[in-house]
């Protein structure tokens, strides 16, 4: 950004409204990350800030609008990569807009996350962007849910294709690779501890896909095959699932990891038993493991668009704050597609 010579005026609002050639209030919007401002007219908007160095003052926004300009984001753990792009997706689009993200993360238990709630409160956030691990509770404020959403009021949710992207997963196994015996690794799909009526329903839709997938194939599904975590996802949770199930009388000849971290587990278990991937059993992931591309063997998973899932999440937010909508009794959920990522882990690409 441009920098303001010393002595000189600070640009107003009013300046870059001329020099983007808009009104002050659709220069306002445009800044604020409103949708009912053309692209054109918001590309001139920031072009003008940026020519001219204005920098708003949050300060005196604050106090003349009652408003702090601090969202809070709340992710299970945000090692994890996908918390992690969601977040960084969210944060752009709120500083852009002018906002500031207080980032509280609760390891995946509820009681942190209630504790994260009223920290947030306390600093008087405009609103929230939250991965509930069902510590959920009203804070008074505008709240957007993604990846996990539960039945409570809020603005809106944003939320992958679960149980599509599971089916996508189990028809390349089938359709390319002519396999029968499909086991499912997966989070948990029962309700959580926490504030009712919270639900893994992320967890849920893509247990329910699986099964759905595999039902159109008219393949069998054992029930010994199907096993899901505890809330965490921890790796060593999928190892000691691997190894059960590559020790059945029957193993599967293909995993299907319902999370990176899983998917992690199960490498763990085949390279500790001898188990060679892809050649003695296929793996995908439905989460693209960190650096999938370089893990020997390089995973099949699923691309999940993070970024833009954490932005969506944020406009949803952005939106509710411009227009006052304080939310809906049960959330109106946004979708966000996967793409299919073929790699070596289920077979593809053997000399």
């Known amino acids: 950004m441009a920098e303001v010579p010393h002595g000189q005026r600070r640009p107003t609002l009013a300046d870059v409204a001329a ?8 220069a306002s919007r445009a800044m604020s990350g409103a949708r009912n401002v053309s692209p054109a007219a918001r590309d001139r908007v920031w072009a003008a800030v940026e020519r001219l160095g204005f920098e708003p003052n949050r300060l005196a926004r604050s106090l003349r609008s009652g408003s702090t300009m601090g969202i809070g984001i709340v992710v299970p753990d945000v090692a994890i990569g996908f918390f992690a792009t969601a977040l960084k997706g969210a944060q752009e689009l709120l500083e852009t807009a002018g906002y500031h993200a207080l980032v509280a993360n609760t390891d995946r238990a509820a009681d942190r996350e209630a504790a994260a709630l009223r920290m947030l409160r306390a600093h008087q956030v405009d609103g929230i962007i939250l991965a509930t691990s069902g ?28 149980a599509e992207g599971v089916a996508q997963l189990v028809d390349h196994l089938v359709r390319v690779h002519g396999l029968d015996r499909i086991a ?11 504030v009712a009526p919270f639900t893994h329903r992320s967890g849920r839709e893509r247990l329910d896909g699986f099964r759905a997938a595999l039902g159109r194939a008219g393949l069998p599904l054992p029930p010994e095959y199907v096993r899901t975590s505890g809330p965490a996802c921890t790796e060593a ?3 000691a699932i691997t190894h059960e199930l590559l020790a059945l009388e029957r193993p599967p000849q293909a995993i299907l990891a319902g999370a990176d971290t899983l998917a992690m587990g199960v490498l763990d278990a085949t390279r500790a038993s001898g188990i060679r991937v892809p050649e003695d059993l296929a793996l995908v992931s439905f989460d693209e493991p960190a650096y999938a591309d370089l893990i020997d063997p390089p995973v099949t998973s699923l691309d999940r668009h993070d970024r833009e899932l954490g932005r969506r999440a944020a406009q949803l937010l952005l939106d509710a704050l411009v227009s006052g909508n304080g939310g809906r009794q049960e959330p109106e959920v946004e979708r966000v597609p996967l793409e299919l990522l073929v790699r070596r882990s289920c077979g593809c690409g053997r000399g």
């Open 19 to 26: 020099a983007a050639g808009v009104s002050r209030a659709t």
């Open 184 to 194: 499912y690794v997966g989070p948990p799909a029962a309700p959580a501890l926490g």
């Open 135 to 162: 510590g959920y509770q009203d804070i008074g404020v505008p709240a957007v849910f993604f990846d996990n959403v539960p039945s409570a009021p809020a603005v809106g949710a944003v939320a992958l294709r679960n």
């Open 237 to 239: 949770e999928a190892t």
